[in-house]
């Protein structure tokens, strides 16, 4: 999404694999060609992407994707503990601010320690992870907290892979894949804003302050505590 709140394919490459080096050579193509002052960036854990976007964007904020999250965290959940683990995580995700997240974790953590161990230690250890997102202000954060959007264009990539089954060579990837984003691209820039940003900058700084604000918070009363 750009500064005008108009999403944008910035740009896509053919690689083996999710390599941290495959990730730094497609990031370092988009700078050259001119992306800067990312404010956040949404993504799975996958370790090669991580530490590619943390090398790439230093001033940027990264979201862990809380659907992917959600999913891993089920996933170390006993069966009969999920249906309910899975409300309380999405209540925890609707929080409105961090300070109300962070109570919500601890009542989580409370509350399932001996029945999900596992759960709650990835949750414990990624909590700051999946709630970068509070940095920005209110109105952006639903739709920037998960994956979901970039996760459903890569599914209208794998539909027309599909139809093709096996590509002759990687031109013909290049040019199919490409045709078809681009044909997104040109849908995004021309139909309805994805958002309205006539205040973001101002409601970012308040928003990032009031972050800053609940962090100073637990970590006095954790000293206190202590």
Not at 92 to 107: C, G, H, S, T, V
Request: proline residues 3%; aromatic residues 8%; contains cysteine.
């Amino acid at each position: 999404m750009n500064d005008e709140g108009i999403r944008e394919v910035l740009g896509f490459t053919v690689a083996d694999g999710e390599s941290e080096a495959a990730w730094n050579e497609f990031f370092l193509s988009l700078k050259e060609r001119g992306l800067r002052d990312v404010d956040l960036v949404t993504s799975d854990d996958h370790g090669g992407l991580t530490k590619a976007i943390r090398k790439h964007f230093c001033g940027a904020s990264w979201q862990h994707c809380q659907t992917h999250f959600s999913k891993n965290m089920l996933d170390r959940t006993p069966k009969k503990l999920q249906p309910e683990l899975k409300v309380a995580l999405t209540d925890l995700e609707n929080a409105p601010d961090l300070k109300e997240a962070i109570a919500r974790k601890n009542q989580l953590l409370e509350r399932y320690q001996e029945g999900a161990p596992k759960a709650m230690a990835l949750l414990d250890a990624r909590f700051d992870e999946i709630t970068a997102v509070y940095s920005l202000p209110e109105p952006y954060r639903k739709r920037l907290r998960t994956s979901n959007s970039i996760e459903r264009l890569n599914e209208e990539l794998r539909r027309r892979e599909r139809v093709i089954r096996i590509f002759p060579n990687e031109t013909s990837m290049i040019r199919l894949m490409g045709s078809v984003l681009m044909e997104i691209h040109e849908r995004w820039m021309t139909g309805k804003k994805y958002f309205t940003m006539e205040r973001y900058e101002a409601d970012k700084e308040e928003a990032r302050k009031a972050v800053q604000l609940d962090s100073n918070e637990l970590n006095h009363t954790d000293q206190l505590t202590a």
